[in-house]
């Protein structure tokens, strides 16, 4: 293990419930595409299964950060066991259920799903707080919830396509409810029930907030632009590889953030990375090949790892300990908003004036992005 994650893995506890954080994050990756598949196996209708799968991302984004409200009134060995048994109640309902029943049931797995990531991300900034190692360990977050998003989707595919979609949400459901419960019993890292803090409602986390809302931007504009540019150009099979060649980059840049302590303060960070994708995010539309964008968007996503590090240490110093889980679980939701809306208007111009057009949008939330870091008040 390299030096600059040592130190924080080294600390007691902290290897086991990062760890364990990282399996169930898995099993949460796998979810929504997993109910995609199982809905279409069950209905015959992608119209119900996206139903479906939207029902359980609205209420996760609505209702995941309630949730986090009462993690961090209550505790989080308080909270976590109602919320993983409530989960998998509701899992156990959207396989055995009819196809009408089975979608409130995907609505309701979505609304009691942990929120591993913050629950994880509150603990290292309860043990860390103050100790100048709280990037490493937000780095290590990052590549989990990297590594995540890139071996669950593939998983759940594989499974869907070989005719097995049940196993696929099963497993889910194992991975999250598995990995939930481990992290309830770990009682020596977990912060204490805090009384109420001071509101989220600061204009500073509002604009934390705006700032992950960019960053969602960006990656609901990637995710459809590069589908489509692939169909468009003949080679739809390359978009896969191309997705994943940005998600190994993204993991060797997040990696190597983290290696080091950067003197220069989080927010003048945030510039330069946002600059950084502002100026990158034009090479995308440009690409004449599949080659050529794959080439772009690795060259692009090296932007994002550090990114999201940065947004959480500014979270972690901007928001009452109070909050601190709520705080994280909000940042969340506001990056899936921003890339659910990206997702609705880039395929809607990707439909309409090419693919190229659509990734039109990367470079204009990078701008964002730029425009609301420089805009947050110095350290």
Known sequence: MSSGYRPVLRLPGA??????????RTGIAMTGLGL???FHARAGSYGTAGLATAGFALAE?????????????????????????????????????????AVAFAACAGAAVPQLG????????????????????????????????????VLVTALGAAG???????????????GGAALATQRRTAPPPARPGRPLRRVRFVRLALLNVAVGLYFGTMGVSVSAFAT???????????????????????WHYGLRRHRAPARLQLVAAAAYLTGTAFLPPLAPSALWL???????EAAIPPTLVLLNVLTETTVDPAVRTQAFTWN????AAGSALAAFVSGHIADALGASAAFALAPAAGLALLVLSVALPSE
């Not at 290897?15 to 954080?21: G, H, L, P, R, V």
């Not at 097995?164 to 598995?178: K, M, Q």
């Open 164 to 178: 097995y979609a049940p196993l696929a949400s099963t497993l889910a459901a194992v991975l999250v409810v598995g």
């Open 15 to 24: 290897a086991a419930f990062f760890f364990t954080a990282a399996v169930g």
């Open 61 to 101: 984004g609505v209702l995941g950060p309630q949730v986090a409200r009462l993690t961090d009134r209550f505790g989080q060995t308080r909270v976590l066991p109602f919320s993983v048994a409530a989960h998998g109640i509701a899992v156990a309902g959207v396989l055995t259920a009819p196809p009408p029943v």
């Open 118 to 153: 913050a629950l994880s991300a509150a603990r290292w900034a309860h043990l860390l707080r103050g100790t100048g190692h709280l990037p490493a360990a937000f780095s290590l977050e990052s590549l989990a919830n990297a590594t995540a998003f890139l071996l669950g989707p």
């Open 36 to 38: 995609l598949w199982l």
């Open 232 to 254: 468009q150009h003949g080679v739809p099979g390359a978009a896969a590889p191309i997705v994943a060649a940005a998600s190994i980059g993204g993991l060797v840049s997040g």
């Open 332 to 335: 969340n939701s506001a990056s």
């Open 294 to 300: 794959g080439a772009a968007v690795v060259v692009t």
